[in-house]
C-alpha cells in the first residue's frame, strides 16, 4: 500500500524544552534530508540513527533551528513506514517553522490519529492496541497510564486470540463433519461443542469481570465532597490535591481537563466534581440542596461526606446519613486533631465501621486510611497492579458481551440436540465479535471513528 508523507507536531504545543515535529511515508527521508544540513546525509543514515545539524529553507537559506533528526526505517518503525523525527527547541516558534517548512515541500498535515491509524493499517498493531493508545495519551493518574500501556503492548489481545482460535478449530471440525460426512474423522458431538464454548465462555466472563476495574482506573471514579459549611471540604481537597501533585500525567498531546480536578489517591484516579463549587469561599452555595451539589450528588460513584467532630450532629447531617447510607458512601469525620464533641453511635447505627474514616485535613493526617477505604469500596481490597489485563473500552466490553450471549446460545443449542450446523451460527457470530475487538474485518466508518479520537500528532 502506497500512502503519502504525513508530518505533525508530535508533542504538546507550547510547553517543554524540546519539540517533536515527526514525519511518515515514502518520502519522508529524502524529504527532510533535503532541508538538513550536517555532517551526515540522512538519505544513507542506518535506521536508528541520531544526527545533530541544522534545519535551513533551501529558498532563502534561513536557518530555522539547531535540531537532532532521528530516522528510523522501514518496517521498524511506529508506523512501518519510513518515519523521520526532528527535535527542535521548545515553544511554539521552532516547531512551527520548521512543520511549515515541510508542508511547503510537498507533505501533507497528518490527520488526528493518522500515524496510529498507519500502524495499524499496515499490521503493526490491532485495533485494540491502537485506542490503547488513545486511552494512553489521555490517561489521568499513573495507574491508568499503566493500564493503557499494557493494552497498548497487546495485553487484551493476548487474552483474545486464544479463544478465538479454540472457537475456530471447532468451526473448521464440524465444517469437516459436514462436507465430508464420508471422511474418517471423529464426528463432533453435542459434549464437544459444550465444553469448547463454554470453556471459551468461561474465559470472556473472566475478561468481562476486570472491566469495571478496568473502567475506574482509566476514567477515574466520580467524587462528589458533601457536608455542612464548615465542615472541611474544602480543607479536604487541598489536602488531597497537595498530596498529588504530580497526578497529572504530562504525556506529550494530552489536552489538559480543567473542568473538573482529577487526583490520584494511592494511584485511584478520583474525579471530583464541582471543585469550583467546594473550593468557593461563600458557604451559601455549599448547603444541602442547592441544586449544584444535588446534580453532584447523583453522578457520582463516590461520595465523601464531611462531617465536624469538633461538634454535635446537626439536623442536616443526620438528614444527608440518612440518604446517602445506600450510596458509596464514606464519611469522613474530620478536625480529630480538636476535641471530640460527636457522638459517633448515631453515625455506626448505618454505616460499618470501614466506611467510617477519621482524619484531619488541616494537618493532612488519615488521608491513608481514606484511601484504604476507597479501594475496599471500589477494588474489593487491594489495587495491586500485578495483573493489569483490564478491559476498559466500552466498544471492547460491548463485543464481549455480544460474543457472550452467541456462546450462550451455542450451549443452549447443544443441550438441546439442535443440529450441528445450526450451532454452527452461533460460534461463527462469536468468533466475528471477537474478531472486531482486534479490528478484523472492521468497517471504514468504525476505523474512522476511532482513530479521530487522537491528538495531531499521534
Ligand atoms: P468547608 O466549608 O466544608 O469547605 O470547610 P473548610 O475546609 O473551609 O474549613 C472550615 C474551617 O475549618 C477552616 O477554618 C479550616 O481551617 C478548618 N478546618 C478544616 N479541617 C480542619 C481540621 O482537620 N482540623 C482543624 N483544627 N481545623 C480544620
Ligand atoms: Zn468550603
Known amino acids: 500500500m502506497v500512502e503519502d508523507t504525513i508530518a505533525a507536531v508530535a508533542t504538546a504545543l507550547g510547553e517543554g524544552s524540546i519539540a517533536v515535529v515527526r514525519v511518515s511515508g515514502p518520502e519522508a527521508v529524502d524529504t527532510v534530508a533535503g532541508v538538513f544540513r550536517s555532517k551526515t546525509d540522512l538519505r544513507s543514515a542506518a535506521s536508528h540513527t541520531v544526527h545533530y545539524g541544522w534545519i535551513r529553507d533551501p529558498e532563502n537559506e534561513q536557518v530555522l533551528d539547531e535540531v537532532l533528526v532521528t530516522v528510523m526505517r522501514a518496517p521498524r518503525s511506529f508506523t512501518a513506514e519510513d518515519v523521520v523525527e526532528v527535535s527542535t527547541h521548545g515553544g511554539m516558534v521552532a516547531v512551527k517553522s520548521v512543520l ?20 495499524f493499517l499496515n499490521g503493526r498493531i490491532d485495533l485494540a492496541q491502537a485506542e490503547a493508545v488513545i486511552d494512553l495519551i489521555r490517561s489521568k493518574s499513573e495507574r491508568a497510564f499503566q493500564l493503557a500501556r499494557k493494552q497498548a503492548e497487546g495485553s487484551v489481545s493476548k487474552r483474545i486470540v486464544p ?3 479454540s472457537l475456530i478449530e471447532l468451526l473448521a471440525h464440524v465444517e469437516v463433519n459436514i462436507d465430508y460426512p464420508e471422511h474418517d474423522v471423529a464426528e463432533v458431538t453435542a459434549g464437544v461443542i459444550r465444553d469448547t464454548c463454554q470453556s471459551a465462555l468461561k474465559q470472556i466472563e473472566e475478561l468481562l469481570r476486570t472491566a469495571d476495574e478496568g473502567k475506574i482506573l482509566r476514567e477515574g471514579i466520580v467524587t462528589a465532597i458533601v457536608g455542612r459549611p464548615n465542615a472541611g ?8 490535591a497537595r498530596e498529588n501533585k504530580a497526578i497529572v500525567t504530562d504525556i506529550p498531546g494530552t489536552t489538559r481537563d480543567i473542568v473538573e480536578e482529577t487526583i490520584s489517591l494511592g494511584g485511584i484516579p478520583l474525579r471530583l466534581l464541582d471543585t469550583a463549587g467546594i473550593r468557593e469561599t461563600s458557604d451559601v452555595v455549599e448547603r444541602i440542596g442547592v441544586e449544584r451539589s444535588r446534580t453532584a450528588l447523583n453522578e457520582a460513584d463516590l461520595i465523601l461526606l464531611v462531617i465536624n467532630r469538633n461538634e454535635p450532629l446537626h439536623e ?16 469522613v469525620v474530620n478536625k480529630i486533631d480538636l476535641p471530640a464533641m460527636l457522638d459517633l453511635e448515631e453515625v455506626k447505627k448505618d454505616y460499618a465501621n470501614d466506611r467510617i474514616v477519621f482524619l484531619s485535613a488541616k494537618e493532612g493526617i488519615g488521608l491513608d486510611e481514606l484511601e484504604k477505604a476507597v479501594s475496599q469500596i471500589f477494588f474489593s481490597g487491594s489495587v495491586e497492579a500485578a495483573d493489569l489485563t483490564y478491559v476498559s473500552n466500552a466498544r471492547h466490553i460491548a463485543l464481549l458481551h455480544r460474543a457472550k450471549s452467541s456462546l450462550e446460545d451455542a450451549v443452549r443449542a447443544a443441550d438441546e440436540g439442535i443440529p450441528v450446523d445450526l450451532t454452527q451460527i452461533d460460534i461463527a457470530s462469536a468468533w466475528e465479535s471477537l474478531g472486531e475487538i482486534l479490528g478484523d474485518a472492521a468497517g471504514e466508518s468504525l476505523l474512522d471513528e476511532i482513530f479521530s479520537k ?5
Open 100 to 119: 511549515g517548512l515541510l508542508l511547503r515541500r510537498g507533505i501533507r498535515m497528518a490527520e488526528p490519529g493518522e500515524f496510529t491509524k498507519r500502524a
Open 163 to 165: 479463544i478465538r482460535s
Open 233 to 240: 471540604k474544602s480543607s479536604l481537597l487541598n489536602a488531597l
Open 316 to 331: 442536616d447531617e443526620r438528614e444527608l446519613l440518612r440518604q446517602l447510607k445506600d450510596r458509596s458512601t464514606i464519611v
Open 454 to 458: 487522537f491528538c495531531l500528532g499521534k
